[in-house]
Nanobody
């Protein structure tokens, strides 16, 4: 069982930066896919970025602005968000994918005002 707790959300003006962190309790393996998703009310949850091993994957909308990283020793995954836009406003969720099992955090609100 994996429990995930996000932190670092908040409000920022367009062009600003935020750093989201996710701490995982329970064993995290290097082959687990760790990632961030986001959801706006009334819309489907969408992938923001994932990382497994040394491979990262980003949504086209955040490429060049967001950076995902993980620390396997500390069981954490971080999302550095720069050049934020109003369309980045959403609830951001941390995710761990292990085979067919998916674990989710409770979410953290990110609000970007223009």
């Amino acid at each position: 069982q994996v429990q995930l707790v996000e932190s670092g959300g908040g409000s920022v003006q367009a062009g600003g930066s935020l750093r989201l962190s996710c701490a995982a309790s329970g064993r995290i393996f290097s082959f687990d896919v760790m990632g961030w998703y986001r959801q706006v009310p009334g819309k489907q949850r969408e992938l923001v970025a994932t990382i497994t091993g040394g491979t990262t994957n980003y949504a086209d909308s955040v490429k060049g602005r967001f950076t995902i990283s993980r620390d396997n020793a500390k069981n954490t995954v971080t999302l550095q968000m720069n050049s934020l836009k109003s369309e980045d406003t959403a609830i951001y969720y941390c995710n761990v994918l292990r085979g067919v099992f998916a674990y989710w955090g409770q979410g953290t609100q990110v609000t970007v005002s223009s």
